[in-house]
């Protein structure tokens, strides 16, 4: 691994080797290597590019890392990976893709991940995405993400993306089964001319399911973000939308949080606010003795902890 | 000591919040008080820097501070309390004493901090400081930045507002404890007779100046005595019906 890749796979993954455990790295549009675990099997798909991810049932306590580096200019890929969590799992799956471009032509990566959450199963699923170089090529990500979750099932989705990735249509997609719980974090900068969409889609379609979907974004420069967020109670549920966004300079930012209730115990609630670092508090840690451009980066890095 | 030399701040539109104010501060714990919209928060933000007087120096140790922004303010030795306490999103109580204290602290002193103000370090210490947390709790945490700031000079702009009696007792304790320790100066903007009667000091501001100054021997009989009734109440008293 050269040093860009190692420099990419720190950022995605907090990683400066591959780990123990069951892994899969992706380099420039091919699988560079795979390993399985006792319980974990990778297996690569025949008929297109990407990965079937087999947990198996009981699984407690492991990880399974996934990282997609980009590193020549001009790589453009949609790769498909099915994550199979057998039933009372309780594993942790990191994924994350890292484009650096210095060349002219544009770099995309479109990953279309599905998850089938066993009955009970545990997961927290963490993704990361970075961008870097100086080429006029813009750096490209259009991540999907499906999710199914069996009864009583519960998953964290943790999504980031901080710096570097010029364009990306985020979509997410989920269906819950009775008792199953889903919970979306997803923290966002955009700076430059950088536009980002997220869509989220969540059916409550069980009894007593629920989900929490929190969108925390920084837009800076002439930078567009738009939020949409659309949960459909079907069942007797509870969900809540939650976007957040701090706004500056030149930037635009759309919320659009929708809930749609299909039943009379369906309990739904959606929050947006959008407005930019208040004053007071850039005051506040300027007393503390900090410049107003460190008060303004302790404000943002705070927000998108 | 901090000095004020015929300091004057006057809105655009003409209209004097204080007007040629001379004061002179270096006993350990002075406390300002008067009436509502007398001035006395706009005093305090011209010593932190917030505010800027449109005449006037301000003189700290000897040194003109006037023009110095609130940052070099802050690194030259003032803290300052605010009197609604700001929020923040994701910035936890531990980040804020850190950064208060200007360097990264360790789990020990955090909660040495807290508990000097009355909070259980263990449920504070990775909260953030957002609206979950109540209005005495936030005051406290204020309180705990200024200590860990640990400066010359530090202005408490109400610290009493907005908090419950329960709150309140304890925080009298606090300030008592404050005096004791403080090797600086404490003035503290207050309505509350219980810290006027802690001060070594008393400054009376109204209508834009200081109207009194001296011991609580001296100034507290007066302001206790010169409540003013309203109009109406007077009227009553004059036609003999109370």
Known sequence: ?????????????????????????????????????????????????????????????????????????????TVYNDFHIGEDCDVVIVAGCGIHNCGVQDSEHSGIHTFYVGRGAKLKYVEKHYGEGDGNGKRVMNPTTVVFMEPDSYMEMETTQIKGVDSTVRTTNAKLGDGATLIIKEKIMTHGEQFAKTDFHVDLDGVGCGTH???????????????????????????????????????????????????????????????????????????????EKEAEEEIISGFLR | MLELQNVSYVLPDGHAILRDVNLSIDERFVAVTGPNGSGKSTLAKLIAGIYMPTSGKIILDGEDITTLSITERAKAGISFAFQQP?????????????????????????????????????????????????????????????????TKFSVF??????????????????????????????????????????ADRIIVVSGGTISASGTKEEILPGLLGTVSPCRFVKEEVANGQH
């Open chain 2, 157 to 198: 702009d109400e610290p009493e507002a907005g908090i419950d009696l329960w709150s309140f007792n304890n925080l009298i304790e606090v300030f008592r404890k404050m005096y004791e320790k403080t090797k600086g100066t404490i003035l503290i903007i207050s309505h509350q007779e219980r810290i006027l009667d802690i």
């Open chain 1, 1 to 77: 691994m050269d040093s860009i890749e190692k420099r990419l796979l720190e950022q995605v993954a907090d990683l400066h080797e591959m780990p123990e455990g069951a892994y899969s790295l992706r380099v420039n549009g091919a699988l560079r290597e795979k390993k399985d675990s006792a319980h974990i099997k990778i297996v690569k798909k025949e008929d297109k590019p990407g990965i079937d991810i087999y947990i198996a049932p009981g699984t407690k306590n492991e990880s399974v890392h996934i990282p997609v580096l980009l590193a020549e200019t001009g790589i453009k890929e």
């Open chain 1, 213 to 291: 979907v929190i969108s925390r974004s920084v837009a800076k420069d002439s930078s567009r973000q738009t939020f949409l967020s659309h949960v459909s109670g079907n069942n007797r549920c509870s969900g809540h939308t939650e976007c957040d966004a701090i706004i500056m300079d030149e930037a635009s930012v759309t919320a659009l949080p929708q809930i749609e209730a299909n039943h009379i115990d369906a309990s739904l609630i959606h929050e947006a606010a959008i407005g930019k670092i208040a004053g007071e508090q850039l005051v506040k840690l300027m007393t503390l003795g900090l410049t």
């Open chain 2, 86 to 150: 700001v929020r923040f999103k994701g910035i936890t109580v531990k980040d804020l004493i850190s950064i208060a204290a200007g360097r990264k602290i360790t789990l020990s002193e955090t909660c040495a901090y807290l508990s000097e103000v009355g909070l259980c370090a263990k449920n504070y210490v990775d909260r953030e400081v957002d609206a979950s947390l109540s209005g005495g709790e936030l005051k406290r945490i204020e309180i705990a930045m200024i200590n860990a700031r640990g």
